[in-house]
């Protein structure tokens, strides 16, 4: 196994730190290793528009951290006409008009989540909005939800990406040594969560035609029939990135707004101007840049997915072998303080009015592999905060845990932070079901 540099250490073992010791850095660009091919992360704002337009004929790394999770199929992971397949199946039912459809299904699981809680209570502000993005995604993917199987794979999430030592071990350890070591920690319970997704998909597609399983199924090209291992990596990777960074997300707007009273009241006043639940961006302006905010200040995704040159090729000036890695780090380019003044500060007026250019804010990736569900989760976040807001008292019992925490590649609220949401309305008289 090869020894790795003091850079690629410190990004290994303390990385959000070592980003943190970069922030502000004109240069943009930071050789995490030379030898055997060079990797580099990339922030700087042309590197970044170059990665981005030049996309289609870069290659694109699979992550090894989610594999686990993902399985080997999986479309985080394939390239070309297979990648370009799952889009053309997905992206529509993922976009636009379509996504009305969904309002009916987070605005009802946002309100029950609420109606459930005790007066008081006090809860583990991420664990609860995981739960809320989860049970969306379940009807979204599979038509319904399936209390025993998302504990399964809520459990085989945590399994994969709850601990950073494991999260290590996928990502560094050679291939043999890897499939050992998997074989021996993460996937116990495996086969009755892959019977179960496998059950439940196949079930949808004659129930639920609208679900994305029932679109997975249907055989159409160029997508053609999927075999159990694609079905199963896909529907696992749907429910994975469409919840968790979602959660998150969700967590960090409510946290932040209970901090900041000034903006909190603006929140609110907008809310009690508007009928409208959230779904809309035009109605809730404010609501909409608090959002952005967050997902500028605390991307859930700290990079994009790693690229690759397949030929010899120039970054920047540059000159970069074939084989070269570039990973776009949103992390980096959203706290730079030349287009965003004191980046560490909580300021939602910053996205009032205006869009910022793709090169220099990009939470959701970009190019080819953009998130499929970028709009999606806007109008999510945005109703469940409306719902939360409108309906709930919320104060952070413990603000000091406010800080970022690493699962596997994602960034996430520190699961400790506690808040006291308590419900002081009922829910709108008529929940659409
Ligand atoms: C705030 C929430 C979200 C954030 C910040 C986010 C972020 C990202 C990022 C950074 C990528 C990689 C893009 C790249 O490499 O250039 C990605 C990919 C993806 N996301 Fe999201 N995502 C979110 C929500 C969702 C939701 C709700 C879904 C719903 C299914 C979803 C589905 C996907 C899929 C399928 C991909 C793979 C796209 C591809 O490889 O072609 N994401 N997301």
Redesign the pocket.
């Known amino acids: 196994m090869r020894l790795m540099n003091r850079n690629e250490f410190r990004f290994a073992f303390q990385t959000l730190p070592f980003l943190d010791s970069h922030e502000g850095d004109p240069a943009g660009v930071l050789e995490l290793r030379a030898r055997p091919t060079p990797r580099l992360l990339v922030w700087h704002p042309e590197g970044i528009d170059w990665i981005f337009r030049t996309d289609r004929q870069l290659h694109h790394v699979p992550s090894r951290t989610l594999r686990p999770l993902v399985g080997r199929t999986s479309?985080?992971g394939t390239e070309g006409l297979r990648?370009a397949a799952y889009?053309r199946v997905?992206g529509p039912a993922?976009s636009g008009h379509q996504l009305r459809i969904y309002h009916n299904i987070i605005s009802h699981t946002v309100h029950a989540a609420i109606d459930m809680l005790p007066p008081g209570a006090i809860i583990s502000l991420i664990e609860w909005t995981r739960k809320i993005t989860l049970y969306v995604?379940s009807q979204i993917v599979l038509g319904h939800v399936d209390d025993v199987l998302l504990a399964l794979f809520s459990a085989r999430v945590d399994s994969v990406l709850g601990s950073r030592s494991r999260t290590l071990a996928y990502r560094y350890l050679p291939a043999q040594a890897l499939s050992i070591y998997t074989r021996r920690s993460a996937l116990r319970g495996r086969h009755e969560l892959d019977d179960m997704v496998l059950r439940s998909a196949k079930a949808t597609a004659t129930t639920q035609p609208a679900a994305l399983a029932a679109r997975l199924l249907a055989g159409e090209q160029p997508l053609g029939v999927l075999d159990n291992e694609k079905l199963r990596d896909q529907v696992m990777?749907?429910l994975f990135?469409?919840h968790e960074?979602?959660a998150s997300?969700a967590a960090w707007i409510l946290y932040w707004l209970s901090r900041d009273e000034k903006i909190y009241r603006d929140v609110i006043a907008e809310l009690s101007a508007t009928s409208n639940d959230g779904s809309d961006p035009t109605q809730v302006p404010l609501l909409h840049a608090v959002i952005h905010e967050a997902?500028r200040l605390s991307?859930?995704?700290i990079f994009?997915?790693k690229r690759m040159l397949p030929a010899d090729g120039e970054l920047l000036g540059k000159s970069l072998p074939a084989g070269t890695i570039l990973t776009?780090c949103m992390y980096l380019a959203h706290h730079q303080p030349d287009l965003f003044p004191q980046p560490r500060r909580f300021n939602p007026t910053r996205f009032l009015g205006h869009r910022v250019p793709r090169q220099y804010y990009f939470?959701?990736?970009?190019?080819?592999?953009?998130?499929?569900?970028?709009e999606?989760?806007m109008v999510?976040?945005r109703m469940i905060a409306a719902a939360v807001l409108r309906r709930c008292q919320l104060h952070c019992v413990n603000p000091e845990a406010g800080v970022s925490e690493l699962r596997g590649p994602a960034m996430t609220l520190a699961r400790s932070l506690r808040m006291s949401i308590t419900p002081h309305r009922r829910a709108p008289r008529k929940i659409p079901l």
């Open positions: 479309l985080l990648h889009r997905l993922l995604i990777s749907l990135a469409g960074t979602s997300t997902l991307p859930p995704a994009a997915g776009p939470p959701f990736g970009g190019g080819t592999r953009r998130c499929l569900g970028s999606l989760a999510q976040v």
